[in-house]
C-alpha cells in the first residue's frame, strides 16, 4: 500500500470492516487474486503468458434487464425513461427499493476485508470523475485498476472525497426482488443523488466499466460536451479519427493500430480541445485471438493484465478458440501495454474522421460508404449493427439490432442529445464520417481483418477522396469502386452475391426496418428532414 489512508466506509452503509486495502500495487493484487485458499469465482488462475484469468459464472456479459435507475427529483426530467412505446434499458425504481437494494449489498459487505480503490474517470480534471469502488474480491480490485485512470500517488493523496461511488457485491443477490418488481436477483442500479453504483449478482467486470460510462454520458452533453461510445486514435501529423460502433465491430481491434497512437479503445469525450479518453485500459475479445492478426493486442497480454472467461488448462495453456464458456472471452490491460499510445494523458486535438463501424449479419451494408452530412446524422441515431452473441445475456446469435447512437444500453439522456453535440463538433471542425461495414457480405464470410485495416487505411490516408465512387440504390450510399489494398470485388455488395438479386431480396428487408426503427424520430421537424438521407423503398 503506498499511501496509507484511514477510510471510513460508514457512511455507505458498511460497517465494521476489518481491513481496507486501498489501491493496492499490481504485485499485491497478484498475489491476493491467485491465492490458494480462496475459493470459486474469486480465485484467478495463472496462465502461460503470465496474466491471470478469472471465470465470472452466469454472467459473463452485461445484464442490461437488471439495470436500474432511481427516479427522483434530480433524474425525473433529464434521464431518457423507457417507455412502453420506445423502450430502452433505463428502467426507474423508487428511493424505497433503492433502500432494499444498497441494504443487501452493504450488509454483504460490512464485517468483512475489503479493497477500495480510488481512480478517475475522464482524462481532464475538470470533467473527470472521481470514482471510488469498493468490493470484497481482488481481482475486481485489479478489473478497476486496470480499466480507470490510475492517480499518481499525489494525485491520490489529495483525492477527497469521491464524485462517484460503485459498491461491489458481486457474492450476494437480491432475493426479495418479485416484491419490488424487479427483473432478477441481478442489480445494477444507479442514484445520481447519491452517486452511487450498486452491483449484485454478477461478477461480469465490464458492469463497472461500463456503469461509469452511463455516467459520463449523462453529466458530460448537459456542459455541452461529446461524449461517444467510440475508440480513437492519432496519425503522425497530429490527425485524430473516432470509431463509433457497439460491442463487437472492431472499436478496440482497429483503432489498435501500429502505425497509429492509441487514445482509447472504447470511450470517449469531445469537449473544446479535443478528444480524450475515460479510461485507462481497454477491454478487448480474446474469442479466436491470434498473433497475426492482432499482434498488438496479444502482446499486451502479460502480467497485470487480467483474462476473463478464457479457456486455460491445468498447465496455464491458453486456447482463446475455445468459446464454450461464452463467446464474449475478454481481457483487460492497462493501455500502457499498447506500446504506440499518446501519453502521458490519454488526449489529443479535434476528429477530423468519424468512422461508424458497423457489423451487419445480414450481408447488405457496403464494406466502406462516404456519408453526406444528413446520412451521418441519420446513421448515427439509426446505429444499426448485429449484437454478437455473448456480450448481453440472452443473445446466443448474431441479432440485427437499432442501437442509438451505436450504443443505446449506455445512452442516459435521449438519443438527439447526442446527435447534436456529435455534429456540433464535427460541423466546427469539418470532420467526414464513413460508414464501415465490419461484418458479413454475399459470400457468407465475414470481411476480413486485412480487408477493413486497408479501407481503414485509406480512408486515414485521405486517399478514398481520390477514388471514383458508385450509388448502391435502396440505401443511396456512395461508395468507391477501387481501393488501393482492398480487394476490388467486394467494394460492391451486389457484387458478392451470384445473382445481384439476392442483395435486392435483402438490402429492401434491411430497409423497411430502417424505416420502421425511424418512426423513434419522426415526431419533430429536424427528424422528419432525415428520413430522405436514410434508405428508400
Ligand atoms: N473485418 C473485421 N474487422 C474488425 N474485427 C473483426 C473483423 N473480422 C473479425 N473481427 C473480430 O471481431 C471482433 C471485434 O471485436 P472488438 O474489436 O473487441 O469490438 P468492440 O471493441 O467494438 O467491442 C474481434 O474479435 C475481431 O477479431
Ligand atoms: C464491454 C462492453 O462493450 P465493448 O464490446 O464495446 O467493449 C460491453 O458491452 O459490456
Ligand atoms: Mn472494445
Not at 53 to 72: A, E, H, W
Amino acid at each position: 500500500m503506498k499511501v496509507a489512508k484511514s477510510i471510513s466506509l460508514d457512511k455507505y452503509g458498511i460497517n465494521n470492516v476489518t481491513e481496507i486495502i486501498y489501491n493496492p500495487s499490481y504485485d499485491e493484487l497478484f498475489i491476493a487474486e491467485t491465492d490458494e485458499n480462496l475459493q470459486g469465482f474469486e480465485r484467478g488462475q495463472l496462465s502461460e503468458l503470465g496474466a491471470v484469468n478469472v471465470m465470472t459464472g452466469d454472467f459473463t456479459g452485461r445484464s442490461p434487464k437488471d439495470k436500474y435507475i432511481v427516479k427522483d427529483a434530480v433524474t425525473e426530467n433529464t434521464i431518457w425513461w423507457t417507455s412502453e412505446n420506445a423502450k430502452n434499458d433505463n428502467k426507474p425504481i423508487s428511493q424505497d427499493t433503492w433502500e432494499a437494494l444498497k441494504q443487501n449489498a452493504t450488509s454483504e459487505l460490512s464485517g468483512k476485508k475489503l479493497y477500495v480503490v480510488d481512480a478517475f474517470c475522464g482524462a481532464n480534471e475538470d470533467t473527470r470523475l472521481k470514482v471510488r469502488f469498493i468490493m470484497e474480491v481482488a481481482w475486481q480490485a485489479h478489473f478497476v485498476k486496470n480499466m480507470f485512470i490510475r492517480p499518481t500517488d499525489a494525485e491520490l493523496e489529495n483525492f477527497g472525497e469521491p464524485d462517484f461511488v460503485v459498491i461491489n457485491a458481486s457474492k450476494t443477490s437480491f432475493k426479495d426482488y418479485k416484491t419490488h418488481n424487479l427483473n432478477s436477483e441481478v442489480y445494477v442500479a444507479f442514484n445520481l443523488t447519491e452517486k452511487i453504483q450498486l452491483i449484485g449478482g454478477t461478477w461480469y467486470g465490464g458492469e463497472m466499466k461500463k456503469g461509469l460510462f452511463s455516467m459520463m454520458n449523462y453529466y458530460l452533453p448537459l456542459q455541452g460536451i461529446a461524449s461517444m461510445h467510440c475508440s480513437a486514435n492519432k496519425g503522425k501529423e497530429g490527425d485524430v479519427a473516432v470509431f463509433f460502433g457497439l460491442s463487437g465491430t472492431g472499436k478496440t481491434t482497429l483503432s489498435t493500430d501500429p502505425k497509429r497512437e492509441l487514445i482509447g479503445d472504447d470511450e470517449h469525450g469531445w469537449d473544446k480541445d479535443g478528444v480524450f479518453n475515460f479510461e485507462g485500459g481497454c477491454y478487448a475479445k480474446t474469442i479466436d485471438l491470434s498473433k497475426e492478426h492482432e499482434p498488438e493486442i496479444f502482446a499486451a497480454i502479460k502480467r497485470d493484465a487480467l483474462l476473463e472467461n478464457v479457456t486455460v488448462d491445468a498447465d496455464g495453456k491458453i486456447d482463446f478458440k475455445d468459446g464454450s464458456v461464452t463467446q464474449n472471452t475478454r481481457v483487460s490491460y492497462p493501455i500502457e501495454h499498447i506500446e504506440n499510445i499518446v501519453k502521458p494523458v490519454s488526449k489529443a486535438g479535434h476528429a477530423k474522421k468519424v468512422i461508424f463501424l458497423t457489423a451487419d449479419a445480414f450481408g447488405v451494408m457496403p464494406p466502406v460508404s462516404k456519408l453526406t452530412p444528413e446520412q451521418t446524422k441519420y446513421y448515427f441515431l439509426s446505429g444499426f449493427t448485429a449484437k454478437l452473441a455473448g456480450t448481453e445475456r440472452g443473445v446466443t446469435q448474431p441479432e440485427p439490432t437499432f442501437s442509438a447512437c451505436f450504443g443505446k444500453a449506455f445512452l442516459s439522456l435521449h438519443p438527439t442529445k447526442y446527435g447534436e453535440e456529435l455534429v456540433k463538433k464535427m460541423e466546427e471542425h469539418n470532420a467526414t464520417a464513413y460508414m464501415v461495414n465490419t461484418g458479413w457480405n454475399g459470400t457468407g464470410k465475414r470481411i476480413s481483418i486485412k480487408d477493413t485495416r486497408a479501407i481503414i487505411d485509406r480512408i486515414l490516408d485521405g486517399s478514398i477522396e481520390n477514388a471514383e465512387t458508385t450509388i448502391v440504390p435502396i440505401f443511396n450510399l456512395a461508395v468507391p469502386t477501387g481501393l488501393e489494398g482492398v480487394d476490388t470485388n467486394i467494394l460492391d455488395p451486389r457484387n458478392t452475391y451470384s445473382e445481384a438479386s439476392e442483395w435486392e431480396t435483402k438490402a429492401t428487408d434491411l430497409a423497411q426496418l430502417f424505416v420502421t426503427n425511424f418512426e423513434n424520430y419522426t415526431d419533430n421537424e429536424e427528424g422528419k428532414s432525415l428520413v430522405a438521407a436514410g434508405p428508400q423503398l
